[in-house]
């Protein structure tokens, strides 16, 4: 079992910067690929990004390429969503997820955290 906890969410304005955390524990971290997903209410959830359990390759869904960067520090089982130019379309619930492939669809995770808000102003 992995247990993820996400965190940084919060409420900024159309423009600005949030950076999301994914802490992991239980289970071996660093041998999951991990992912960022997002989904708004009443909506599918949706591919953010992901990352090898190295974290020598990711993985971006169209919408946020150039504007978030998915990291990993596996010395502190974390993952980060480093958000940057947000708009009011980034506005959903944010989860991050553990994977033993490497893929951008939601029946590929194994784990799952809380989810954390996010909400962009215009």
């Known amino acids: 079992q992995v247990q993820l906890v996400e965190s940084g969410g919060g409420l900024v304005q159309a423009g600005g910067s949030l950076r999301l955390s ?7 971290f660093s041998v999951y690929a991990m992912g960022w997903f997002r989904q708004i209410s009443g909506k599918e959830r949706e591919f953010v990004a992901a990352i090898t359990w190295s974290g020598g390759r990711t993985y971006y869904a169209d919408s946020v390429k150039g504007r978030f960067t998915i990291s990993r520090d596996n010395a502190k089982n974390t993952v980060y969503l480093q958000m940057t130019s947000l708009k009011p379309e980034d506005t959903a619930v944010y989860y991050c997820a553990a994977d033993r492939g490497f893929g951008a669809s939601i029946y590929e995770y194994d784990y799952w955290g809380q989810g954390t808000q996010v909400t962009v102003s215009s």
């Open 22 to 28: 994914c802490a992991a524990s239980g289970r071996t």
